[in-house]
């Protein structure tokens, strides 16, 4: 009761605007020289006839405070907190705190449209490439040592059952493990949807950051970008077929993965000969052939951080 007390003085503050000399006076306080506002004589009429109304203004207040609180809201946009978890075996694969932060600083700069080579997209793309809008903060490293020489893709590193390292917090917080994953693969994600222990992406040791220990042609951190696009809910641009979709419209229907730095323009072969966006980071190129998301992927993501999406734990 106490609360909705306070809360309703707390809408009342809200919702009273600055008064305003041309408004016609208020007749229902001809004896008062003040004028009122006619929000909060709304408000409280509401109030008085829905009896669910304070309830869900408190309901938007707390998560207003919350959002405020952990700082995870920042000039309207999502924060990712990201905990990274090192498992090795050699000092190499014992990555120093400088390569994670330089993958920390890729990624901020490849999700807001920062990146050197943003300006590089053709100017056939210009209209659809995205700013999307979403930073990670470096939260926490865990170390652990191991024997183990390569972890693979079954999740083994996410436990502490099979020797690896449990996440932490992954409804809030993205967990990021580094260690040498083997057969050629450079990294792996876990889409919106899946269980919340193994939630998060994987990235071999060689694979991560532009420093240290990255090996050329993956060394400018962009397997952490595509991986954390799929952990955002983006598909390869391919469709994963044979001129697939990937569920976003204004990205093109490529044949295949590409790779390497394909030259520009190059044209796919399916349904309407587009040109294709071999610049997405959701394709295979080398690290410095890819540099955009196109605004139809940045709306696939964005929804999955909404209230009731998948990853809405991260707004609060
Ligand atoms: N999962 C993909 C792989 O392991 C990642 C490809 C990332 N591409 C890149 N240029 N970093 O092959
Ligand atoms: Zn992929
Ligand atoms: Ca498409």
């Known amino acids: 009761m106490k609360k909705i007390v306070l809360t309703v003085i707390a809408v009342v503050t809200l919702f009273s605007c600055q008064s305003d000399n041309s408004e016609t006076p208020d007749f229902a306080a001809t004896t008062v020289a003040k004028r009122a506002c006619a929000s909060d ?17 408190n309901q938007i207040e707390d ?11 920042v000039n309207g946009k999502i924060q990712i907190p990201v905990i990274v978890n090192v498992l090795y075996r050699t000092t190499a694969e014992n990555i120093s705190t400088a390569q994670i932060q330089s993958q920390i600083d890729i990624l901020n700069e490849d999700f807001n449209a920062q990146n050197a080579d943003f300006n590089s997209v053709p100017a056939l793309f210009s209209g ?13 490293i865990y170390r652990k040592a191991t024997t183990k020489t390569s972890w693979g893709t079954a999740d083994a590193m996410k436990s502490t059952t099979t020797g690896g390292i449990n996440p932490t917090s992954p409804t809030s917080k993205m967990n990021l493990w580094v260690c040498t994953i083997g057969g050629g693969i450079l ?40 991986e954390v696009g799929h952990w955002m809910n983006l598909r390869h641009i391919w469709g994963d077929a044979n ?28 349904s309407g000969n587009q040109v294709e966006m071999t610049m997405n980071y959701m394709d295979y190129t080398d690290d410095r052939g890819m540099y955009m998301f196109s ?14 999406g998948s990853r809405a734990g991260f707004r609060l």
Do not use: W
């Open 63 to 73: 998560f207003t405070q919350k959002a405020l609180l952990t700082g995870r809201i």
């Open 41 to 57: 004589d709304v408000l409280k009429s509401k109030m008085a006839a829905d009896p669910n109304l304070a309830a869900r203004m």
């Open 243 to 270: 001129c697939g979709s990937d569920l976003v419209s204004d990205t093109p229907t490529h044949n295949t993965s590409n790779y390497g730095v394909p030259a520009y323009p190059h044209y796919s072969t399916c």
């Open 128 to 140: 659809v490439k995205a700013n999307v809008g979403i930073s990670f903060v470096l939260e926490a």
């Open 187 to 226: 990294g792996y994600a876990q889409f919106p949807g899946g269980a919340s222990a193994t939630d998060g992406v994987a990235i071999d040791s060689k694979y991560i950051g532009d420093t240290g220990t990255a090996v050329y042609p993956y060394n400018l951190g962009r397997t952490a970008t595509h």
């Open 295 to 308: 605004n139809g992927q940045k709306s696939r993501m964005a929804a999955i951080f909404l209230s009731g």
